[in-house]
């Protein structure tokens, strides 16, 4: 073959497919136009009947077109919705037959199925998918096996606890998803939260920390001021995040000793996060025992000494609020005010300027 | 002699007939890798992870790191924009690198800045000393670092690494908008998979155009200019959808530094941003991937195609070109740095696959593309090859271009559409056609420029782009879908 023909064949092939390229474009854009026009249309006149359903679901009739498209929406719906407004829904969807296909999906062949059928049990709240949901946390796909879990966090049931810290034992699920399915199951789960203080597994062990410093189990300071010394690193950080939450001010003494003996240790074996979580621990816990050591670590490295500052600041900010002067706003928070009054003048001073740059985590939003 | 000539140029019209199948079939099969991924993630349907991610008081936070130099025009819309992310808990620092023009005194009646005392002990060195610290006494979680310009971006990135409290860093430029939710996307891999994933990169887009309120865009619009429109088209095709095509991979070897997400330990691991590279991007994407093949670990650098991160692209052709030149020299250096790697099995895919196609079809493209046409003009000139020939040639070439470019425009219609009206889509049809059509030869020229700076060992054109601000008119823009 000569190089005239290998270009003569490949202008056949690309004026074969550039016009098809073109086609297939504007044909696409035209059908999704008309798909969204149709959609909303749908939308349009089945609202009326999802929101009814809010109020009284088996009043609806559910064949037909519109029936289904009542169906799509409410789906939608559902992740935005709790307590009675979403117990309505799912029993549209119940009797609709969505969510016993979704239970039979559980067991779909195709991977996205069964993904999808996760998702909607779970927005749906439905305990009967719970045990389907469990086995699925040994799915073999990564992503089934991260949805079942979040699934069976919205469920919200306290059995699911046991499987759940399994999965994340044998690392099948990741600690993140395992950490929020928890909070979702609550204090009911507290039982099974305290055992897995002591479990062997260290990433079962700083879930758990930081699971009970998150629901307020107060009933776990003693066992989370053990862990300040565990072995694993993220272990030792969960539980003084988790004390620093629960606010126990006869937690202040530990954390004090821990960090002063991170102050002393030798630089190569610092633990730079480890001492920055006690420091915003004992800013959280806001005892004035703890100000001696913060204004130590004003002293150290930047990182350290913008912790301190922060801590410092929220201490000073909640000793006003407390004393009842006049509700501080945010700005008033970064003036020397909101330093606590037992520090040395000399700090107090530089502090009021390093104070300004605490920084103010967005709230979070457990919905 | 004429017959040796005719010989020599037939091998050499082979020879580039091979390198331009080899290379548009690549493009092709990444573009196609990269819809099979964008198809896999719409079949499995929305997902409450997002929602998740942004509940769990156990989500990492993130230090966000933009560096400014002379951005007056846009830079307060930028922060406001990072300070307006759907995030749970992050700061965000700017690293005002010496702007001679008003960047900081923006910033400073914005967010009402007070200095600080800037203690800092360096995790990364720097060469540009830091001047001041501030901080906003606005119930915003941003901290303002005045350094001394040396003219290297990388330079300000460390001195905000090193001020950086937690345990991510996020870059992002400061001519630039991430969208609301692109720091929740882009952190989704290191909360699913966070023994192994060490960075993630976003997409970039031009954001030319398009309507911005308060540090939010809206309906995005194609720019007004054809040479930003055919950036448009070009971003969309080498860095959404080829990054998602390697990142599938596992041989992503550029995080954009306009949005890039990475471990804070990792980067310092690395001794921060190369302050001599002029592609600190790739650089420290690759050294990442050194230092974690080389250790045994097993890790993942990931590309996030849905987390968008909208920026300002040149509009002149004197500051395009400007910039590919160091693009080009910039990659030459890398290339360079990381030679070893080259080939290497030891360095898996990376080192077998993703570093050669860089150093052949990124690197050396251009030097093939202006010989295909130049040996075609020395062809004619010599009479060993016919006019129709030439037509033939130069025809199939800018076929083969087009059809790659429609097919990343078809990905974009199917997956994301984020441009919606029929104007803007036959703005991109045109521009689909004119890029084949003397963009690109402008493109390998200047490329080529920049590979001679390097081979000569020549300073990069630094000089500023010339940066028109956002178009802030549009009182209440709909979101991007």
């Given at each position: 073959m000569t190089i005239r023909t290998a270009f003569e064949i490949a202008l056949l092939v690309l004026s074969l497919t550039l016009p098809l390229m073109f086609a297939t474009l504007g044909f696409l854009k035209l059908s999704?136009?008309?798909?969204?026009?149709?959609?909303?249309?749908?939308?349009?006149?089945?609202?009326?009947?999802?929101?009814?359903?809010?109020?009284?679901?088996?009043?609806?009739?559910?064949?037909?077109?519109?029936?289904?498209?009542?169906?799509?929406i409410a789906a939608s719906l559902l992740p935005q919705l709790r307590g009675a407004d979403r117990d309505n829904l799912a029993n549209l969807l119940e009797q609709g037959g969505m969510l016993p296909q979704a239970r039979q999906?559980?067991?779909?062949?195709?991977?996205?199925?069964?993904?999808?059928?996760?998702?909607?049990?779970?927005?749906?709240?439905?305990?009967?998918a719970a045990a389907g949901l469990a086995k699925m946390l040994?799915?073999?796909?990564?992503?089934?096996?991260?949805?079942?879990?979040?699934?069976?966090?919205?469920?919200?049931?306290?059995?699911?606890?046991?499987?759940?810290?399994?999965?994340?034992?044998?690392?099948?699920?990741?600690?993140?998803?395992?950490?929020?399915?928890?909070?979702?199951?609550?204090?009911?789960?507290?039982?099974?939260?305290?055992?897995?203080?002591a479990s062997d597994s260290p990433r079962v062990r700083a879930v758990a920390a930081d699971t009970t410093g998150a629901l307020g189990l107060i009933a776990a300071v003693p066992t989370l001021e053990d862990l300040l010394t565990d072995e694993n690193h993220t272990t030792r950080i969960s539980a003084v995040r988790a004390l620093g939450r629960l606010g126990v001010p006869t937690a202040t003494p530990t954390l004090i000793r821990r960090l002063q003996h991170e102050l002393v240790v030798?630089?190569?074996?610092?633990?730079?996060?480890?001492?920055?979580?006690?420091?915003?621990?004992?800013?959280?816990?806001?005892?004035?025992?703890?100000?001696?050591?913060?204004?130590?670590?004003?002293?150290?490295?930047?990182?350290l000494s913008s912790a301190a500052a922060d801590a410092l600041s929220e201490?000073?900010?909640?000793?006003?609020?407390?004393?009842?002067?006049?509700?501080?706003?945010?700005?008033?928070?970064?003036?020397?005010?909101?330093?606590?009054?037992?520090?040395?003048?000399?700090?107090?001073?530089?502090v009021a300027s390093t104070v300004a740059q605490s920084r103010t985590p967005q709230g979070n939003n457990l919905s | 002699m004429k017959e040796v000539a005719i010989d020599l140029l037939s091998a050499l019209d082979w020879l580039v007939l091979f390198y331009f199948l080899v290379l548009n079939t690549s493009y092709l099969m990444l573009v196609l890798a990269a819809a099979r991924q964008a198809g896999h993630s719409l079949r499995r349907g929305p997902t409450s992870n997002y929602d998740d991610i942004f509940a769990n008081p156990a989500t990492p936070a993130v230090s966000v790191v933009m560096a400014a130099y002379n951005e007056e025009a846009c830079v307060v819309e930028s922060v406001r924009a990072a300070l307006g992310l759907r995030y749970p808990e992050f700061e965000v620092i700017v690293v005002d690198d010496g702007s001679s023009d008003r960047t900081f005194e923006r910033l400073r009646a914005?967010?009402?800045?007070?200095?600080?005392?800037?203690?800092?002990?360096?995790?990364?060195?720097?060469?540009?000393a830091m001047r001041s610290m501030h901080a906003s006494t606005t119930d915003d979680p941003l901290v303002v670092v005045r350094k001394v310009n040396v003219q290297k971006r990388s330079d300000a990135i460390n001195a905000g690494l090193n001020v950086a409290q937690y345990p991510l860093v996020c870059c992002v430029d400061a001519d630039s908008i991430l969208e609301a939710d692109a720091l929740l996307r882009v952190v989704e891999p290191f909360v699913d998979d966070p023994d192994r994933v060490i960075a993630t990169g976003g997409s970039i887009r031009a954001i030319n155009g398009s309507p911005v309120y308060r540090g939010q865009i809206g309906e995005p619009q194609l720019p007004r200019g054809w040479l930003a429109r055919i950036q448009v088209l070009e971003y969309l095709r080498s860095f959404l959808l080829g990054r998602s095509g390697w990142s599938g991979f596992g041989g992503l070897l550029i995080i954009s530094g306009a949005f890039g997400l990475y471990r804070r330990d990792a980067l310092i691991d690395i001794g921060g941003f190369d302050t001599d590279s002029l592609a600190e991007d790739a650089d420290a994407t690759i050294a990442l991937h050194r230092r974690a093949i080389e250790r045994g670990d097993d890790y993942r650098i990931v590309f996030v195609p849905d987390s968008v991160c909208w920026t300002e692209v040149p509009s002149s052709r004197s500051d395009l070109a400007r910039q590919r030149r160091r693009w080009s020299h910039g990659l030459f250096q890398v290339m360079s740095k990381h030679r070893r790697v080259i080939g290497n099995p030891r360095y898996g895919r990376v080192g077998i696959v993703a570093m050669p196609y860089y150093l052949l079809f990124e690197l050396l493209g251009a030097v093939v593309e202006l010989v295909g046409v130049a040996a075609v003009v020395l062809g004619l000139a010599l009479g060993v090859v016919s006019i129709d020939f030439a037509i033939l040639f130069a025809v199939v070439a800018i076929g083969f271009g087009i059809a790659v470019s429609l097919s990343?425009?078809?990905?974009?219609?199917?997956?994301?559409?984020?441009?919606?009206?029929?104007?803007?889509?036959?703005?991109?049809?045109?521009?689909?056609l004119l890029e084949n059509l003397g963009y690109r030869q402008l493109h390998a020229w200047w490329r080529l420029q920049g590979l001679a700076d390097a081979f000569g060992n020549r300073e990069p054109e630094w000089g500023e782009i010339h940066r028109a601000g956002f178009a802030a008119e549009q009182p209440a823009p709909q979101p991007p879908r």
């Open positions: 999704r136009e008309w798909r969204s026009r149709r959609y909303d249309q749908l939308v349009e006149e089945t609202r009326p009947l999802v929101m009814a359903a809010l109020d009284a679901p088996t009043s609806i009739d559910l064949s037909g077109r519109h029936g289904a498209a009542a169906e799509t999906g559980l067991r779909s062949r195709r991977a996205a199925r069964r993904q999808r059928s996760a998702e909607l049990l779970g927005a749906a709240g439905n305990r009967r040994d799915d073999r796909d990564g992503e089934v096996r991260q949805t079942a879990a979040r699934a069976l966090g919205r469920i919200g049931d306290p059995l699911s606890v046991p499987p759940l810290l399994d999965a994340l034992d044998r690392k099948r699920v990741s600690a993140h998803t395992v950490s929020m399915a928890l909070l979702r199951i609550g204090s009911a789960g507290a039982g099974e939260l305290t055992i897995a203080l030798p630089s190569l074996t610092f633990d730079d996060d480890y001492a920055r979580a006690l420091i915003t621990s004992l800013g959280q816990i806001g005892e004035r025992s703890a100000i001696p050591v913060l204004e130590q670590s004003l002293m150290r490295s930047y990182r201490m000073g900010a909640r000793r006003a609020q407390h004393s009842n002067h006049e509700s501080l706003d945010s700005e008033d928070r970064r003036t020397s005010d909101s330093v606590p009054s037992e520090m040395s003048g000399e700090t107090r001073d530089g | 914005e967010f009402d800045l007070a200095e600080v005392a800037p203690a800092v002990d360096p995790d990364v060195g720097t060469l540009g990343a425009l078809l990905v974009e219609e199917v997956i994301y559409h984020k441009y919606r009206s029929w104007p803007d889509l036959l703005r991109l049809v045109a521009a689909c």
